[in-house]
């Protein structure tokens, strides 16, 4: 009989949500200066945003799970009575956490399924929760990985961020064009592909506006379906509460709001936001 484990890297931010699910975590880790701190067990989103806008010059990096912490994590699993384990990861486009994965998988003789949730913050928590229920319901493995293709086929992120310092610094935008996008006020609004990547969807002058176009996107996009939504935020709580109120008096309902987790932060900056969906299928 199968006994399935469920575990979700901490970037799907499942630390930050009440749930009763015996589910694994396994955390990235976030390097400020010379110390190295693990994410949400020593060091929470916001105090993580507090410290870097009383420091924005901070010198600040992250690594990811290595393969020895996730082999351990795997031995630990199948040592409580699990002979099949579920990882959903980060998009590998975004870590290299799903590399870690495959390799720890290779060195544990119980079958592991490494799943590339091709996104990250909520999308990838829905996946594990949706998951560790249908396993609690003795669903198979086969039947708990087509679910989680439809959760992956069926959701979009929109994400807007209020500098461009982080994605340069970070090697996620050049120079070049960080320096010309801040002169220019330029807040750039993205999504995370089909693929799994952060692409760039448009420029847009201010953060009003780019919070007023994401706001329109989701609308537009969600019009005659049946969605789970939730906006994340950064330091920008209040403000995310006020677009919250906006969104549910044009439809939208039981918006979750969670906070992005200080490791995928610490690519994106504080006053970043992002809007997102979960089709039911």
Request: net charge negative; charged share 25%.
């Amino acid at each position: 009989m199968e006994k399935i484990g469920v575990a979700v890297c901490g970037n799907s931010g499942i630390d930050y949500l009440v749930h009763d699910k015996e589910i694994r975590k396994f955390r990235s880790l976030l390097n400020i200066g010379s110390k190295e701190f693990e994410d949400f067990v020593d060091i929470s989103s916001d105090d993580f945003y507090a410290l870097l806008e009383k420091n924005p010059d901070l010198d600040i990096s992250t690594a990811q799970t290595s393969t020895g912490k996730l082999l351990e994590m795997y031995e630990e699993m199948k040592a409580v009575g699990y002979n099949k384990l579920l990882i959903i990861t980060i998009s590998k486009m975004l870590s290299g956490t799903y590399q870690n994965a495959i390799l720890a998988a290779k060195m544990i003789d119980i079958d592991v399924i490494v799943y590339d949730s091709l996104s990250l913050t909520y999308v990838e928590s829905f996946m594990a929760m949706t998951a560790k229920n249908m396993a609690d319901q003795s669903k198979s493995m086969e039947e708990i990985v087509a679910q989680l293709d439809k959760i992956r086929d069926n959701n979009h992120v929109y994400i807007t961020v209020n500098t461009l310092k982080y994605l340069v610094k970070n090697g996620r935008l050049s120079g070049v064009a960080g320096a010309l996008g801040s002169l220019l006020k330029l807040r750039p609004l993205l999504h995370i592909s089909k693929d799994g990547k952060v692409v760039t969807l448009d420029k847009i002058r201010t953060t009003t506006k780019a919070r007023e176009e994401l706001k329109q996107r989701i609308l537009s996009e969600v019009k005659g379906k049946n969605v789970i939504s939730f906006i994340v935020y950064t330091n920008n709580m209040e403000e995310m509460l006020d677009l919250k109120d906006e969104l549910e008096t044009q439809g939208l309902t039981d918006i979750l709001l969670i906070p992005l987790t200080p490791v995928v932060g610490c690519h994106a900056g504080p006053g970043t936001m992002g809007v997102g969906y979960i089709e039911k299928v």
